[in-house]
């Protein structure tokens, strides 16, 4: 949470979460360079700056992959929300390794150009006409940008300064780049290699990327927040009957908005289900020491009034609730964020205001 | 090879008017459009390289926040509706450029034998 900034916000949960990236990066590296070196490799003798960028870049592709599987697995799976904590970190620490990558490749391939070796790698293929042949480099180039913008802009005062809607959008980045990456290596390396065990572990893992996709993005048609039919300012939620101590039912009230009803202590609370940093659904956490906590980084709110607790300032908008029967309605029209609203009792019938 | 000079030359130009503008903003706009970053310095120097890359950006929003125009509602309803229709194009993307790349690839018959198609004077490497 933001008081005043600072470069990182450590905790032990942090700590560990990057010790275990890291050995894991650390791991691979030494596999592949020192352990293997023929079994991802070609056939035909490489130097060792080659070696080190194919380490490099396959590390890259593939902390790439488990890091756009960490959301649909926790969209499919709640257990694996952990990993999602620290993305951020891992989404960075890639940008670095893709960084060297590109290090490896520049300084061999391109250093004994007569001209800048930037500009060589722009010139060195120019065949964009055909497919056989195709320019690969151009693909690497567009996915490193994107790589180094998404790292660039993971700081939270980008959340912040942008607002979450736009740095999700730019985020959005992360899609166009690995399949910039997909393209590099399919018409890059596969185009020559001769063994096959990296063309195999490619396809795999592209392949358990894109089906996780697929399958959680089948899961939020199907089991996504209900979107009730809306005539007047008053939306049904759910029933009564349906609540449970200390958690939330979700509510689309538009396209874009859901709200998130709370039962605590026995009374009902209404606020936005989207989390004032990075947007995370609140709905879906819990109620921990009278605070709503946030499934993704932890962020807390009071239910009644929407506010972080001090010295925190995030604040999110609060919603009016009613009962009729045993029917929970919510109005659409939201609060500003930080209004309190008296919780209303379930076995109250009337307007909470 | 003057399309590559000019691109790189495009390139360093952007990033230059980003230094000038993260120069300006860091010094002067971050304090006057967010509280949290006032009386806080250190952070701002991993602000640099966003702030090169996307300026544009980075004016339009210090716009927006300096004449109060950001409208509190946008910040809470995050584009979630758009994710099905990515996350389908991403997944059938995916396996199509695999595909097309593989296709394209040539093998040659085992008993191929290299030809040289130029003169010697005419190597360049």
Same mark, same amino acid.
């Given at each position: 949470?933001?008081?005043?900034?600072?470069?990182?916000?450590?905790?032990?949960?942090?700590?560990?979460?990057?010790?275990?990236?890291?050995?894991?990066?650390?791991? =691979?590296?030494?596999?592949?360079?020192?352990?293997?070196?023929?079994?991802?490799?070609?056939?035909?003798?490489?130097?060792?700056?080659?070696?080190?960028?194919?380490?490099?870049?396959?590390?890259?592709?593939?902390?790439?992959?488990?890091?756009?599987?960490?959301?649909?697995?926790?969209?499919?799976?709640?257990?694996?929300?952990?990993?999602?904590?620290?993305?951020?970190?891992?989404?960075?620490?890639?940008?670095?390794?893709?960084?060297?990558?590109?290090?490896?490749?520049?300084?061999?391939?391109?250093?004994?150009?007569?001209?800048?070796?930037?500009?060589?790698?722009?010139?060195?293929?120019?065949? =964009?006409?055909?497919?056989?042949?195709?320019?690969?480099?151009?693909?690497?180039?567009?996915? $490193?940008?994107?790589?180094?913008?998404?790292?660039?802009?993971?700081?939270?005062?980008? $959340?912040?300064? $942008?607002?979450?809607?736009?740095?999700?959008?730019?985020?959005? $980045?992360?899609?166009?780049? =690995?399949?910039?990456?997909?393209?590099?290596?399919?018409?890059?390396?596969?185009?020559?290699?001769?063994?096959?065990?990296?063309?195999?572990?490619?396809?795999?893992?592209?392949?358990?990327?894109?089906?996780?996709?697929?399958?959680?993005?089948?899961?939020?048609?199907?089991?996504?927040?209900?979107?009730?039919?809306?005539?007047?300012?008053?939306?049904?939620?759910?029933?009564?009957?349906?609540?449970?101590?200390?958690?939330?039912?979700?509510?689309?009230?538009?396209?874009?908005?859901?709200?998130?009803?709370?039962?605590?202590?026995?009374?009902?609370?209404?606020?936005?289900?989207?989390?004032?940093?990075?947007?995370?659904?609140?709905?879906?956490?819990?109620?921990?020491?009278?605070?709503?906590?946030?499934?993704?980084?932890?962020?807390?709110?009071?239910?009644?009034?929407?506010?972080?607790?001090?010295?925190?300032?995030?604040?999110?908008?609060? =919603?009016?609730?009613?009962?009729?029967?045993?029917?929970?309605?919510?109005?659409?029209?939201?609060?500003?964020?930080?209004?309190? @609203?008296?919780?209303?009792?379930?076995?109250?019938?009337? @307007?909470?205001? | 090879?003057?399309?590559?000079?000019?691109?790189?030359?495009?390139?360093?130009?952007?990033?230059?008017?980003?230094?000038?503008?993260?120069?300006?903003?860091?010094?002067?706009?971050?304090?006057?459009?967010?509280?949290?970053?006032? +009386?806080?310095?250190?952070?701002?120097?991993?602000?640099?390289? +966003?702030?090169?890359?996307?300026? %544009?950006?980075?004016?339009?929003?210090?716009?927006?926040?300096?004449?109060?125009?950001?409208?509190?509602?946008?910040?809470?309803? %995050? %584009?979630?509706?758009?994710?099905?229709?990515?996350?389908?194009?991403?997944?059938?993307?995916?396996?199509?450029?695999?595909?097309? +790349?593989?296709?394209?690839?040539?093998?040659? %018959?085992?008993?191929?034998?290299?030809?040289?198609?130029?003169?010697?004077?005419?190597?360049?490497?």
């Amino acid at each position: 949470m933001s008081v005043k900034y600072i470069p990182v916000q450590w905790n032990n949960n942090k700590w560990k979460y990057n010790a275990v990236m890291l050995a894991s990066v650390f791991a =691979y590296l030494w596999l592949f360079i020192f352990v293997t070196p023929d079994l991802m490799s070609n056939e035909g003798r490489i130097n060792g700056q080659v070696h080190n960028a194919r380490a490099f870049g396959s590390c890259a592709f593939l902390m790439l992959s488990v890091i756009l599987c960490i959301g649909p697995l926790a969209r499919l799976d709640k257990r694996f929300l952990p990993l999602l904590y620290n993305r951020r970190h891992f989404g960075v620490i890639t940008a670095f390794v893709a960084i060297t990558h590109a290090g490896y490749i520049l300084n061999w391939y391109f250093a004994f150009s007569p001209s800048n070796k930037y500009e060589a790698l722009l010139f060195s293929n120019t065949s =964009y006409g055909q497919l056989s042949g195709f320019p690969f480099e151009v693909f690497g180039i567009f996915a $490193l940008f994107c790589l180094v913008i998404l790292a660039a802009t993971s700081h939270d005062f980008w $959340l912040k300064f $942008l607002t979450p809607r736009i740095w999700k959008r730019i985020h959005y $980045l992360i899609y166009a780049a =690995y399949i910039a990456v997909v393209a590099h290596v399919s018409f890059g390396i596969l185009q020559d290699q001769q063994n096959h065990t990296f063309t195999l572990i490619f396809i795999v893992v592209a392949g358990i990327v894109a089906i996780l996709h697929l399958m959680a993005a089948l899961h939020e048609r199907k089991h996504g927040d209900p979107f009730p039919s809306i005539s007047d300012d008053w939306v049904k939620v759910c029933e009564t009957s349906e609540m449970q101590e200390g958690f939330a039912k979700i509510a689309q009230l538009t396209q874009k908005e859901r709200v998130a009803v709370f039962l605590h202590e026995g009374k009902l609370s209404a606020i936005s289900n989207a989390c004032a940093h990075q947007n995370g659904p609140l709905g879906e956490g819990k109620i921990i020491r009278c605070l709503v906590t946030c499934p993704w980084h932890g962020f807390q709110y009071d239910v009644t009034n929407g506010s972080s607790p001090a010295p925190f300032t995030e604040k999110v908008p609060t =919603y009016n609730l009613k009962l009729e029967g045993t029917s929970i309605l919510v109005n659409r029209n939201a609060n500003a964020p930080g209004t309190f @609203v008296e919780p209303l009792p379930m076995e109250t019938m009337g @307007v909470a205001k | 090879m003057d399309q590559a000079q000019a691109i790189f030359f495009a390139f360093q130009v952007w990033c230059n008017i980003g230094a000038i503008i993260a120069l300006v903003f860091l010094t002067i706009g971050i304090d006057r459009i967010d509280e949290d970053a006032q +009386g806080a310095y250190v952070f701002r120097l991993l602000l640099i390289p +966003g702030i090169l890359l996307v300026w %544009p950006l980075v004016l339009w929003r210090w716009f927006i926040l300096e004449t109060k125009r950001d409208v509190w509602k946008n910040r809470h309803q %995050p %584009p979630r509706h758009a994710h099905f229709w990515v996350a389908i194009i991403f997944a059938i993307t995916i396996p199509a450029v695999i595909i097309i +790349g593989l296709s394209v690839r040539q093998t040659w %018959p085992t008993n191929f034998e290299p030809q040289k198609l130029s003169l010697l004077q005419e190597q360049s490497q």
